[in-house]
């Protein structure tokens, strides 16, 4: 009896050998985010969540204030060792940009453009306005895709 279950890939006396997974035709790294493989129907869920903090002064004196914070979580169910799934974020043509956005560690590829808007100054009109794209070879278990901050002075 083996503490942590029966070796799969080795015939039993008197069963004939099945391997439980087929074998890749290259050696892909097992990504240390990713803990297992997936087979069956391909799905991915997508929530995003936003949390809205307003500062309302009455005052003419002071600008009113409001700030977004939000996250991007996903559960991907699809089948490889690494697929690659894309996630895009687009903004309401109004839209204020993304600011201080931070990724999970499978996102493959990110524009820089994206990472430099939080310091970029939005009144000049240079600041990236989107669509933001996440491509991204997703773990097993549900995960933050990505955070994000916005913030706007409303006149």
Known sequence: VCPLGTPLDVPLVGVPATPAA????GTQKQPAWKTGLHRGRAMVN????????SMQYGNQS???LWDV????????EVEGVLPNVTVTLSLPPNGSPLQD??????V???????????????L???AFSGPYKFPFSPPLE???LCSYTSQVCIS
């Open 142 to 144: 549900p995960f933050r």
């Open 22 to 25: 087929p074998i890749p035709a």
């Open 46 to 53: 997508v929530a995003v969540t936003e949390t809205v903090r």
């Open 108 to 122: 493959t590829s990110l524009d820089s453009s994206i990472l430099t808007s939080s310091s970029v100054d939005n």
């Open 124 to 126: 000049d009109g240079s």
């Open 62 to 64: 002071r600008q009113d």
């Open 101 to 106: 956005i931070l990724v999970h560690p499978c």
């Open 69 to 76: 914070y939000g996250t991007v979580t996903c559960k991907c």
